[in-house]
C-alpha cells in the first residue's frame, strides 16, 4: 500500500524550531515532487512549500520564506520541513502530500498530519 | 499570489438536490484547477484535476468545469456521505494557493 506518515509535530515555545519528518512507503520517493500543506485548527488548507524530483526546484509560501526549509533524502525515502522561529500563528496540522505533478498535476496521496502547537 | 474565493461559504441542501460551488481566481488560470473534499477529521481527498478531470475512483455525480478565472464543481445528486468542505487549488502559478472552501451540509 502507497502511504505517507508524518512525524515530529509538538508543543513548541515561541520562537521555538522543530523538524517535521514525512516517510514514503509502498512507492519510491525519489520520483516525485513533494508538497507540505497545514491546517490551522478549524481554518482550511493552506499550502506550505514544494520541493522537486532531485531538489533542483524549491518553493515555499510567500508569509513563510526565509523561515521554513524543505529537503529530501531519497535514499531513507523522506522529506523534511525545518521549521524556525515559530509563532502562534504556525499552529497546525502539517500534512505532506505526493505530487503527481507530470500526470494529473495533483495532490493524490496525502499523510494523516501532525500536530504542531506553538504556545507559552 | 493568486487569490482564490469559494463561494457560497456554506451550502445547505437536502439529499438528491444539486449542487454547485464556485471558485473565482484574481487571474486566469491555465485550467490547472483542482479540487479537494475533506470530510471531518479526514485529510483530503482529490475529487477533480485539470479543472475537469475526475480521479480515479470518484463518481460520476461529481463534474469539474470552467475556464479563466471561473470555476465550479457540480455534485448533480447529493447523497448523505458527500457532506464535506470542498476546496479548490490553483496549479497556474507559484505561490500555489486555495480557497477558502465551501461547507456542503445536508439538511
Known amino acids: 500500500e502507497e502511504q505517507l506518515v508524518e512525524s515530529g509535530g509538538r508543543l513548541v515555545r515561541p520562537g521555538g524550531s522543530l523538524r517535521l519528518s514525512c516517510a514514503a512507503s509502498g512507492f519510491p520517493l525519489s520520483t516525485f515532487n513533494m508538497n507540505w500543506v497545514r491546517q490551522a485548527p478549524g481554518k482550511g488548507l493552506e499550502w506550505v512549500s514544494f520541493?522537486?524530483?532531485?531538489?533542483?526546484?524549491?518553493q515555499y509560501a510567500e508569509s513563510l520564506k526565509g523561515r521554513f526549509t524543505i529537503s529530501r533524502d531519497d535514499a531513507k525515502n523522506s522529506i523534511y520541513l525545518q521549521l524556525n522561529s515559530l509563532r502562534a500563528e504556525d499552529t497546525a496540522v502539517y500534512y505532506c502530500?505526493?505530487?503527481?505533478?507530470?500526470?494529473?498535476?495533483?495532490?493524490?496521496?496525502w499523510g494523516r498530519g501532525t500536530l504542531v502547537t506553538v504556545s507559552s | 499570489e493568486i487569490v482564490l474565493t469559494q463561494s457560497p461559504a456554506t451550502l445547505s441542501l437536502s439529499p438528491g438536490e444539486r449542487a454547485i460551488l464556485s471558485c473565482r481566481a484574481s487571474?486566469?488560470?491555465?485550467?490547472?484547477l483542482v479540487w479537494f473534499q475533506q470530510k471531518p477529521g479526514q485529510v483530503p481527498r482529490l475529487l477533480i484535476y485539470d479543472a475537469s478531470k475526475r480521479a480515479t475512483g470518484i463518481p460520476a455525480r461529481f463534474t469539474g468545469s470552467g475556464s479563466g478565472a471561473d470555476f465550479t464543481l457540480t455534485i448533480s445528486t447529493l447523497q448523505p456521505e458527500d457532506s464535506a468542505v470542498y476546496y479548490c487549488q490553483q496549479r497556474s502559478s507559484w505561490p500555489l494557493t486555495f480557497g477558502g472552501g465551501t461547507k456542503v451540509e445536508l439538511k
Open positions: 520541493i522537486s524530483t532531485n531538489n533542483v526546484h524549491l
Open positions: 502530500a505526493r505530487d503527481r505533478a507530470l500526470d494529473i498535476r495533483a495532490y493524490d496521496i
Open positions: 487571474q486566469r488560470l491555465n485550467n490547472y
